[in-house]
């Protein structure tokens, strides 16, 4: 399952209580370039990887997708997901080009996109999470136009209004699915 959606719409925050109610389910960690956050932990949010090690498992043909994101790289260990692929669920959350690669080498993945309720809103998220600043905000902003023209080639969109209905909704499409 791939959940799509612009920065700050709350997709690491639906994916963490997915998680909770799916225990058989595992979240897919990516690599990637940009430097970690406060509190990221290598190996749990982010494999952080440099530049040059990057490129070599681009050649290594080591992803399922990557695509090139506000100057760096992220991309999807195969490996990983093919060994976590055998004991449950694998829910990726990435940006909408990656996603689609996915669905191209992998039709059976579900793709579903979170929404804001409204602009004003994401960008309230953004800002109220406190970890980029205005100029990061106004860049992801601006992909998030871009971002959600996409929806209509997603499986399913959803609204992350309230989170609680949202994560539900998450869940029931798991259900359904499966
Ligand atoms: P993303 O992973 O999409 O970049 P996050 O999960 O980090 O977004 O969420 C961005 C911010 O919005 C966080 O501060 C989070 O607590 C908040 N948030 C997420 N979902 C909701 C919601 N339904 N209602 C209000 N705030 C939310
Ligand atoms: P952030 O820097 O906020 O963690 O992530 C920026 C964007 O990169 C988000 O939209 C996130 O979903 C996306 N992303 C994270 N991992 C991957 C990945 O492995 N592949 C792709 N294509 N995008 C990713």
Known sequence: ?????????GKG?????LL?????ASLSIS???????????EGESYFFLTKDAFEKA?????????SEHFDNYYGTPKAFVESKLESGDVILEIEVDGALNVKRVMPQAVLIMIAPPDRETLYARLKGRGTEGEDVI??????????LGKSPLYDYVIINDDLKTAVGEVEQILEKEN
Do not use: H, W
């Not at 925050?13 to 209580?17: L, R």
């Open 58 to 66: 681009i050649a290594e043909g080591g992803f399922l997708e990557y």
């Open 31 to 41: 690599c990637t370039t940009r430097a970690p956050r406060q509190g990221e932990v």
């Open 138 to 147: 106004a860049r992801r902003m601006d992909r998030a136009d871009y971002e």
């Open 20 to 24: 909770k109610l799916r225990p058989n």
């Open 13 to 17: 925050t639906i994916v963490k209580e």
């Open 1 to 9: 399952m791939v959940i799509s959606g612009p920065s700050g719409v």
